[in-house]
Each structure stands twice: as C-alpha cells, then as structure tokens.
C-alpha cells in the first residue's frame, strides 16, 4: 500500500519569506512517481511537478524547488519569496506503477498562507 | 484543447435522489479517472478507465456508485440513494497512459445532499 504523509496542516507566513513544504511518502514499490499539485480557492488541482523514483536530482523551476531524498522517503517543495498569489492548499502524491495500476495517492495537503 | 470539463460545477440534492455527472477529458487522453475530495483532505481514487475499459475501483465505490465511459470519450459518475456523506467534491483527470506527463484534473462538482 502507499501512503503520503503532510504533517504540516497550515503554514502562514509573510510575504518574500521562504516556505518549506514537507511531504513524506511510503510505498514498497521501488518504481514510484511523485507530484505536487497546487489547489487554489476556486478548487482545480494545479500540476506542479513530477518526479520518478530513479532521479534523486532536485528541480528548480523559477521560485520554487524541490528537495527528492530517498534515503528520508521525502520530497519536500520548497517556495522561495512567497508572494499572495502562491496562498492556496498544496497536495503532495504518489503513483506506484505496481500493485495498484496508476492511481494517484495523495497527502492530506497543507495550507499556505501569504499575508502582506 | 480546452482541459478536462466537468458539468455540473455544483448539484445540490435531497437525500436518496439520484445524480449523474459528467466529464469530457483532454481529447487524446485515453485514461481517465474519478477522485473524491470531502473537506480538508487530499483527494481519494474512486475508479479509473483506460478507453472504455473500467480497470480499476476503490473499496469507496459502492454500489450505489457507478461510472461508465461508452466510447472511450466522456465518463459520466452517477451515485443512485444518495446519503449526506456523499457530500464532497468529485474531481475528474485525464492522462495519457501512466500519467507520465502528469495527470489534468477538472475543476470539480460539488455535490452537497441535504
């Protein structure tokens, strides 16, 4: 089975501060994918990211980064001089290509919050 | 292309109505699946499709719940008796096969059944 653990429930900081978004997985198949999706108030899941098991390099897109460990089964985003708009619930997920087919497995999201 | 479509964006309904939904995926995404979100949790996998073929469905889906993809194209969802905890957001996605290029979510339906 897959589980996607996001212990952080909310996050409020202020604007142009740096956020860190931990997001911890657990799966036994060793041919694994992982996402972010972002989740603004009017409801649609934005993609952010994927990565695949077999690439530990991490990705720098603009403002955000991401962080893939697996030595932790981690795979943290990290948002650097937040702004408002970036205040929205984030998802992280997982998808197994085994034991499962490709359905996706998601965290139970943390809510960012960026005040002026 | 227009992304995934999801109709209705809202349904409210009394309890034990039925209700169907609709979603048209991204046009050459031959899988499509349906997820359901209840409030402050992550979205949870309720079936997936590859063409027309139902290849997967969760221990949620139950058989009040049906969902069907005749042609491979459009899927609809309809939950017959529906019970307040059906209340929640019903997502819908599209991908190519694998979801290698990530997976296109719809905007959603929110159902509230009172």
């Known amino acids: 089975a897959q589980k996607v653990t996001q212990a952080q429930t909310e996050i409020s900081v202020v604007e142009k501060e740096d956020v860190t978004l931990d997001c911890v997985y657990e799966?036994?198949?060793?041919?694994?994918?992982l996402f972010w999706y972002k989740q603004p108030p009017s409801g649609e899941l934005v993609f952010l990211i994927r990565r695949n098991s077999f690439d530990e390099q991490n990705e720098i897109s603009g403002r955000y980064s991401w962080n893939f460990q697996k030595s932790t089964s981690s795979f943290n985003f990290t948002i650097t001089a937040s702004q408002v708009v970036d205040s929205a619930v984030y998802f992280c997920a997982l998808s197994a290509l085994t034991g499962g087919g490709n359905k996706l497995t998601f965290g139970t999201g943390t809510q960012l919050k960026v005040e002026l | 292309d227009t992304g995934v479509s999801q109709d209705p964006r809202h349904k409210i309904t009394k309890r034990g109505q039925n209700v169907t939904f609709r979603c048209d995926p991204i046009?050459?995404?031959?899988?499509l699946y349906w997820y359901r979100q209840t409030l402050g949790q992550g979205p949870e996998f309720l079936t997936y499709f590859q063409n027309e073929a139902q290849l997967e469905k969760s221990r949620l889906l139950s058989d009040r719940f049906s969902a069907e993809r005749p042609k491979g194209s459009f899927s609809t969802l309809e939950i017959q008796r529906t019970e307040q905890g059906d209340s929640a957001m019903y997502l819908c996605?599209?991908?190519?096969?694998?979801?290698?290029?990530?997976?296109?979510f719809g905007s959603g339906t929110r159902l509230t059944v009172v």
């Open positions: 996605a599209s991908s190519l096969v694998q979801g290698v290029h990530g997976y296109t």
């Open positions: 799966t036994r198949d060793t041919t694994y994918y």
């Open positions: 046009s050459e995404h031959n899988r």
